[in-house]
């Protein structure tokens, strides 16, 4: 009997959570929630998802990067899939190298001043995200994908599957 896929969903909106449940269970998926980064992460160790979904801004601006940070520093959970889902822009880039494209564009002086730069390679589906944090330190962790604001099952989906089948 195939085991049912796990996905873990942290976002602070119960309206969200409730329409990405739906859509994800109605393909079969098996899903939890957090409503914070602290039972995000709880979870992330005790259930070990297959993929988890991340918001950006929960209860403090960049929660959901903070736990993404936390999930990849961890040895025990650092290969867990992850999803932004967040309706801030994602840049696209052809070249390899996520980490080194962000890098190029903090130089721009068109996105220098960019809190956060979203960052996705078209070819390679390589990912990455890079902020500033409150005390000015810059941070990126690679991530496996983006999801984009509003929620939109056509484009969910398949970005899920994706994922998962490359695992």
């Keep these: 009997m195939k085991t049912k896929k796990r996905i873990l969903l942290v976002d602070d909106d119960i309206d969200i ?3 990405l449940e739906t859509i994800l269970r109605r393909e079969g998926y098996d899903v939890l929630s957090a409503s914070n980064k602290a039972d995000g992460f709880k979870l992330v160790k005790s259930w070990k998802p297959d993929l988890a979904i991340l918001d950006v801004m929960m209860d403090a601006p960049y929660d959901g990067f903070e736990l993404a940070k936390n999930i ?4 025990s959970t650092a290969r867990l899939p992850l999803i932004i889902h967040t309706s801030m ?3 696209f880039a052809t070249r390899p190298g996520i980490q080194e494209m962000a890098r190029e564009f903090r130089k721009d002086p068109n996105y220098s001043n960019l809190e956060v730069i979203l960052l996705k390679n078209i070819e390679s589906n390589d990912a990455g995200v890079d902020y500033i944090t409150q005390s000015g330190e810059n941070v990126f962790f690679n991530v496996d994908g983006f999801i984009r604001k509003p929620v939109n099952g056509e484009k969910l989906l398949p970005e899920v599957k994706r994922i998962l089948m490359s695992e």
Excluded at 72 to 75: A, F, G, K, L
């Design 17 to 19: 959570i409730t329409v």
């Design 89 to 91: 822009d994602v840049l």
């Design 72 to 75: 990849r520093d961890d040895h």
